[in-house]
């Protein structure tokens, strides 16, 4: 089993910064995408950013020059730093990575963590 165990969340005030953290464990062979959705009552699950093995990275339009993603891939963890947080970033944060193992990849998400910014 892989289990993914997110930290990290918690209140701000709008212009304050956050760090997320997940990391994940158990059967794990190779780790090829990991990063962060995000989602509220109004709105679909959507992606907030993502770091691939190959180093590359990827960025909802909304948090750009504002949230860098990271990972340590010898932890098996990714973190998401959170800067100049505005209230509409308020939302569930989930955790999701893309796992080998068993000669399949498979799709894992973490248990959420709650985000609120005050405005």
């Known amino acids: 089993q892989v289990q993914l165990v997110e930290s990290g969340g918690g209140l701000v005030q709008a212009g304050g910064s956050l760090r997320l953290s997940c990391a994940a464990s158990g059967r794990i062979e190779k780790i090829n995408a990991m990063g962060w959705y995000r989602q509220t009552p109004e709105k679909q699950r959507e992606l907030v950013a993502v770091?691939?093995?190959?180093?590359?990275?990827n960025y909802a339009d909304s948090v750009k020059g504002r949230f860098t993603i990271s990972r340590d891939f010898a932890k098996n963890t990714v973190y998401l730093q959170m800067n100049t947080l505005k209230p509409e970033d308020t939302a569930v944060y989930y955790c999701n990575a893309e796992i080998y193992y068993d000669s399949a990849y498979r799709d894992y998400w973490g248990q959420g963590t709650q985000v609120t910014v005050s405005s």
């Open positions: 770091r691939i093995s190959d180093g590359s990275t």
